[in-house]
């Protein structure tokens, strides 16, 4: 079965300092892979999804980037965090065929607090 | 752009009770359409998922939400609420069909005893 890990869980890290949170995913091949932000009490913002290896498309402009090295690793990153940046970061898969069709596999999530 | 409006920030209800969370979309075709829930910090899982045909949508735990196109809605419902339900409802939409799906703000639902 597929499995989606996230980490680290939980991070503070003062604002100027960099960013980077990680998101593998197993069991599946050439999946789909997201980021996504959730600020407190507001639903979830795209930040990036990437259809394969080195493909990202960015879908706010923001103080953040990411990356995907592998096929099932995915990466955001900050070279110096802002306070705005605090919120709860999900990753998440998914597959564009068959009956799970945009369905997201959502990961546990990382909450970073920038102070 | 397509939206979602999720009209109920906060519900309450008792166990036992029925439930119908509220979710309404914009934009002029049907989008795919879905619910998930969100235990406190942690991910969200799918409840259930319209993409066409029939317009009432069985999902697990016991939920179920009808699509209703002259409405643009996509309301989710279950009979009766068990403690272990109370949880955040967010509703999604996708027109792309590539997974980047846009998020309602969320209902969060409380359950008495």
């Known amino acids: 079965s597929q499995t989606i890990h996230q980490w680290p869980a939980t991070l503070v890290q003062p604002v100027g300092s960099p960013l980077s949170l990680e998101c593998t995913v197993e069991g599946t091949s050439n999946p789909n892979l997201y980021w996504y932000r959730q600020a407190a009490g507001r639903g979830l913002q795209l930040l990036f999804y990437s259809v394969g290896i080195g493909q990202i498309s960015s879908e706010v402009p923001q103080n953040l980037s990411a990356s995907r090295p592998q096929d099932r690793q995915f990466i955001l990153s900050s070279k110096k965090l802002l306070l705005s940046d605090s919120g709860f970061y999900l990753c998440?898969?998914?597959?564009?065929?068959?009956?799970?069709?945009?369905?997201?596999?959502f990961g546990e999530g990382s909450r970073l607090t920038v102070l | 752009a397509q939206s979602v409006t999720q009209p109920d920030i906060h519900i309450t209800v008792s166990e036992g009770a029925s439930l119908e969370l509220r979710c309404n979309y914009s934009y002029g075709a049907t989008p795919y359409l879905f619910w998930y829930v969100q235990s406190p910090g942690q991910g969200l899982q799918l409840l259930l998922k319209y993409f066409s045909g029939d317009t009432l949508v069985q999902g697990i735990k016991g939920f179920e939400a009808e699509f209703k196109r002259s409405q643009s809605s996509f309301n989710l419902r279950k009979p009766s609420v068990h403690w272990s339900d109370a949880a955040e409802y967010f509703c999604?939409?996708?027109?792309?069909?590539?997974?980047?799906?846009?998020f309602g703000d969320g209902t969060t639902l409380t359950v008495k005893p």
């Open positions: 999604a939409v996708d027109y792309t069909n590539a997974g980047k799906s846009t």
């Open positions: 998440a898969w998914s597959v564009l065929a068959g009956a799970d069709t945009g369905e997201l596999f």
